[in-house]
């Protein structure tokens, strides 16, 4: 089991690992790094377990794993674990998520 995986984020924090853009076409031909979005796409890997307001109602995350997101092109925490990389970012930093 990777480190990444027994990672658990707390409060409202989630454990993001960016999707790599596609950077060759359906016919095989190779797209030059100018063409290359950055990567603004990941797939939640772990989330806390919410946080508790000022009135103490407790607010979940909105996220799951497995979720499919669409992150800000800068910020998050980046962690570099065995070799893998991945992001923390706060529940309210995710901009989107891809409905299943």
């Known amino acids: 089991m990777s480190s990444l995986k027994k990672l658990i984020p707390l409060?409202?924090?989630?454990?993001?690992?960016?999707?790599l853009p596609?950077?060759?076409?359906?016919?095989?031909?190779?797209?030059?790094?100018?063409?290359v979005s950055k990567a603004n796409e990941?797939?939640?890997l772990?989330?806390?377990?919410?946080?508790?307001?000022?009135?103490?109602?407790?607010?979940?995350?909105?996220?799951?794993?497995g979720d499919k997101v669409v992150l800000p092109e800068y910020g998050g925490l980046a962690l570099k674990l065995d070799g893998e990389e991945a992001f923390i970012f706060r529940n309210d930093e995710i901009l989107a998520k891809y409905a299943n």
Request: hydrophobic share 40%; net charge positive.
């Open 11 to 19: 409060a409202d924090r989630v454990l993001v690992k960016r999707i």
């Open 22 to 35: 596609v950077t060759k076409t359906a016919g095989g031909i190779l797209l030059p790094e100018s063409n």
């Open 42 to 44: 990941g797939e939640v």
């Open 46 to 65: 772990a989330v806390g377990p919410g946080y508790t307001a000022r009135d103490g109602t407790k607010i979940p995350v909105t996220l799951a794993v």
